[in-house]
């Protein structure tokens, strides 16, 4: 990538700056003169000046007192586009000269290196500044990516504007942190989404961290009070930034700290292409088969009282608003039978958090008839298991629930919720409501559990070992109904080409998302990926019944500020932290 002149009139200069005691050279103080800062940069991670004490001339281009310093850039490029023109200078809010962009300024002190080794930034602690008079500052103008994700060290601590398109791939960090996360390439996705575990999931790997960056308000303090670089300084329903907007022109000093390369924003955002919030999706088939993840819904003592709860809502208000979302999201969908997880796992009484959850349905309307499976104990002993619930006029139970409660189902997997159903005069098929180990709590994983650092992250083999189970559980027909066919559902916690769900399509079970060709689906966002923990398989009875599959991206892509804790309720924005799915089948005959 070739470098531009971007600092530096010789007229300007020449007119107002005062005499200095030597030119612009690349001597160490002490030895007659200034260093350049490309030489303090030098070509590597580290400055190969790092513990020296030099005499430094540059140009102020954006001083941040939210993160205890100034950015400082060469007055003139050097030849070499793999060193850097710019550094950083810790200093108190309070401390002389005050600087502001465009202080052209003469700087003694020590090259350190701050931060996480192997991510750090280069800086100069300064014992004296002078300030030498003005210098103009103009961005150096980046239209694509660096060639490699180390390529970045080269512009660390300039002044950047990124000309776009910028498409935003994760905003989880925005409100507690002030921090977005960009891609020059669109949607990143999860390299153990597209590719198994391997050499081909590394390179995707590789590209996404050249491709990806974060952009960060210029301060260090949690939960800001505002976003002062949104338009608004905040965010709104208008303007919700969803993973998918896509920026323009962004300006920002490309810095380097907890463990990773950010642009510290100089400039608000003002071209912003907000993605569109979709519409409830729509599926053929005579029968509609939802999945949700709902996010921890525990309902304290199912009276009003009991909280803080365990793991759900803080409080009785944060409950109501977190059960209104998750209400409009089943109106909204509208499905005859869903597959629930994250459920409070409390029994199946009316205080229960399943009952309560139900009554909230039938009584929001437009449909009473839903009801519960209920499973007598459990499912598991787990703070949270997976529900089944029904609209009776749509689908009628057929026999007892079946349950696996043994290898990782015991402690680390949810146990699974199997239910026989009919639909009017159709054929009896099989629901399971599914929900594996997490890949967090890595300090608890031993032997196989542990991170074996191929992408799938902790508890992969209680995983594939549930996924095993589950397979031959059901060849034993554990609902004894001789179904024409069963439906896997649920949160998998594996990506769709890790280990546990590769060996469920070995043994004939097909992804129904492929099967009715939906390119690059995905229901979770994590630091800035998207991919698929939740899953649809079907054998080959139902597949023969599969007409429609979608998935509502009302949650993944949007922000946590929407969520039930800052959210408006009755809206289904952000009512989870993952997509509901939604299936159509022809079962009715």
């Not at 590209?207 to 505002?226: F, K, Q, T």
């Not at 180990?437 to 559990?449: L, V």
């Not at 070992?465 to 059901?474: F, G, I, Q, T, V």
Request: hydrophobic share 40%.
């Amino acid at each position: 990538m070739s470098r531009r002149l971007f600092l530096f009139a010789p007229l300007l200069l020449a007119a107002c700056t005062p005499p200095g005691p030597a030119p612009l050279d690349t001597v160490l103080a002490g030895e007659g003169g200034p260093v350049t800062v490309a030489r303090i940069q030098g070509s590597g991670e580290r400055s190969p000046l790092e513990g020296r004490q030099v005499v430094v001339e540059a140009v102020v281009v954006a001083p941040f007192g939210g993160l205890g310093g100034v950015f400082v850039q060469s007055l003139v490029a050097d030849d070499d586009p793999a060193t850097s023109e710019g550094l950083f200078v810790p200093r108190s809010r309070d401390a002389r000269p005050r600087l502001k962009a465009g202080d052209h300024v003469r700087i003694t002190g020590t090259v350190v290196e701050t931060g996480d080794d192997g991510a750090t930034l280069t800086a100069v602690e300064a014992t004296e500044i002078e300030a030498l008079g003005k210098a103009p500052v103009t961005p150096l103008v980046l239209s694509a990516a660096p060639a490699s994700a180390g390529d970045w060290e080269r512009y660390e601590g300039m002044l950047l504007t990124l000309a776009g398109p910028l498409t935003v791939t994760g905003n989880q960090d925005l409100a507690r942190y002030g921090e977005l996360r960009v891609s020059f390439d669109g949607r990143l996705f999860t390299p153990t989404e597209l590719a198994p575990p391997g050499t081909a999931a590394q390179a995707i790997a590789a590209e996404n961290a050249r491709l990806m960056l974060r952009l960060d308000d210029g301060r260090s303090a949690r939960d800001p009070d505002r976003l002062w670089f949104l338009p608004g300084e905040s965010l709104d329903p208008s303007r919700p930034l969803r993973v998918g907007s896509v920026l323009h022109d962004v300006t920002g000093v490309l810095d380097q700290r907890f463990g990773g390369h950010r642009l510290q924003l100089t400039a608000p955002l003002t071209r912003i292409e907000q993605a569109p919030r979709p519409d409830a999706p729509e599926v053929a088939g005579d029968r509609r088969i939802a999945g949700f993840n709902l996010l921890n819904l525990f309902n304290g003592d199912g009276s009003g009282g009991g909280f803080p709860t365990t793991r759900g809502a803080a409080s009785q208000a944060d409950f109501v608003r977190q059960q209104a979302k998750l209400v409009a999201t089943v109106q909204a969908m509208d499905p005859d039978l869903a597959a629930l997880m994250e459920l409070e796992n409390d029994g199946f009484g009316p205080d229960s958090s399943l009952a309560g959850f139900v009554d909230a349905l039938n009584a929001a309307g437009p449909h009473d008839d839903w009801r519960f499976v209920d499973a007598g104990q459990g499912p598991g002993d787990n703070a949270i298991r997976v529900g089944i619930i029904y609209r009776a006029s749509r689908v009628a139970p057929v026999g007892k629930p079946a349950m696996l409660a043994q290898g990782p189902f015991r402690d680390r997997s949810r146990v699974p919720l199997a239910q026989a159903f009919r639909a009017g005069r159709g054929p009896v098929f099989v629901v399971v409501a599914n929900h594996f180990k997490s890949k967090g709590g890595c300090n608890e994983a031993q032997g196989g559990d542990a991170d074996r650092r191929d992408g799938q992250g902790c508890f992969n083999a209680s995983r594939v070992e549930s996924a095993r189970l589950l397979n031959a559980w059901l060849a034993r027909d554990p609902t004894g109904t001789q179904p024409v066919g069963h439906l896997l559902i649920g949160d998998f916690n594996a990506y769709a080409q890790e280990d546990p769900m590769r060996l469920l399509r070995s043994q004939g079970w097909q992804d129904a998302f492929a099967r009715m060709k939906l390119e690059r689906p995905y229901s979770f966002v994590f630091e800035g990926l998207s991919g698929r923990l939740d899953h649809a398989l079907v054998d080959a009875g139902l597949a023969a019944r599969l007409r429609g599959a979608a998935e509502w991206h009302a949650n993944a892509d949007e922000a946590p500020a929407f969520d039930y804790r800052k959210g408006q309720a009755n809206d289904p924005w952000r009512a989870s932290d993952h997509d509901p799915l939604l299936l159509g089948f022809d079962l009715a005959r």
